[in-house]
């Protein structure tokens, strides 16, 4: 099946330092997803981006499906930023799976 | 309601029991999956309904992992005799369109935390 790897694995910065998170997959996707997870586990979905660059505040994200990775910028980082960080990738050929990659577990620290 | 609603939001169980974990979908929300996150882990994909019919249950680990929908809303997911290895968050997730038009955000909700002791 399809392999999604994330890096870094694990990132600590300074609150209002600037920060790429990428994603690589191993094969074609027809949809990818970027969500964060906060401390309390919620899950919530930040960019729907099969291709292409898209922007929401401080954070935007670029995909380059011809290449097979995404990355994530997150400028100006907040405390509030602090979690972790998933991309989920999806083949319409593999029918219903969506999946997700580990992860980058984001530290802000004050 | 506004969003994906769990329950229960905490469970423990003892070893060889039998849980029932519950998923509310958002209003209308064709597509729904079970994820299973182990700690530090990502979500790992259970299984898939779209409406009541369940599409894809490749991903339940054994036969003691059984999911439903009957009717093409609330879904739950039941696991029998329980092991420690079952321990873990169960996600439920929905989308409003099917896969084959899917153009539309997945939406978790809070997850149940399963801990078998």
């Known amino acids: 099946g399809i392999q999604v790897e994330q890096s870094p694995p694990d990132l600590i910065l300074q609150e209002g330092a600037n920060s790429t998170l990428r994603c690589n997959f191993s094969?074609?996707?027809?949809?990818l997803q970027w969500f964060h997870q906060n401390p309390w586990g919620q899950l919530i979905n930040l960019f729907y981006?099969?291709?292409g660059t898209k922007q929401n505040g401080r954070l935007s994200a670029t995909t380059v499906a011809t290449e097979r990775y995404s990355l994530l910028y997150i400028s100006s980082s907040q405390t509030t930023d602090s979690g972790v960080y998933f991309c989920?990738?999806?083949?319409?050929?593999?029918?219903?799976?969506?999946?997700f990659g580990s992860g980058t577990r984001l530290s802000i620290r004050p | 309601g506004a969003g994906v609603s769990q329950s229960p939001r905490y469970k423990v169980a003892k070893r060889g029991q039998d849980v029932a974990l519950r998923c509310d979908p958002i209003?209308?929300?064709?597509?729904l999956f079970w994820y299973q996150q182990a700690l530090g882990q990502g979500p790992e994909f259970l299984t898939y309904?779209?409406?009541?019919?369940?599409?894809?249950k490749s991903g339940l680990p054994s036969d003691r992992f059984f999911a439903e929908r009957p009717e093409g809303s609330v879904s739950t997911l039941k696991i029998q005799r329980t092991q420690q290895e079952d321990s873990a968050v169960y996600l439920c997730?929905?989308?409003?369109?099917?896969?084959?038009?899917?153009?539309?955000?997945?939406?978790f909700g809070n997850g149940t935390r399963l801990t078998v002791t």
């Open positions: 989920a990738v999806e083949r319409y050929s593999s029918a219903s799976k969506i999946i």
């Open positions: 094969d074609s996707v027809n949809n």
């Open positions: 981006i099969p291709s």
């Open positions: 209003s209308g929300h064709v597509s």
């Open positions: 309904f779209q409406n009541e019919a369940q599409l894809d």
């Open positions: 997730a929905t989308t409003r369109g099917d896969l084959s038009s899917y153009n539309s955000p997945l939406h």
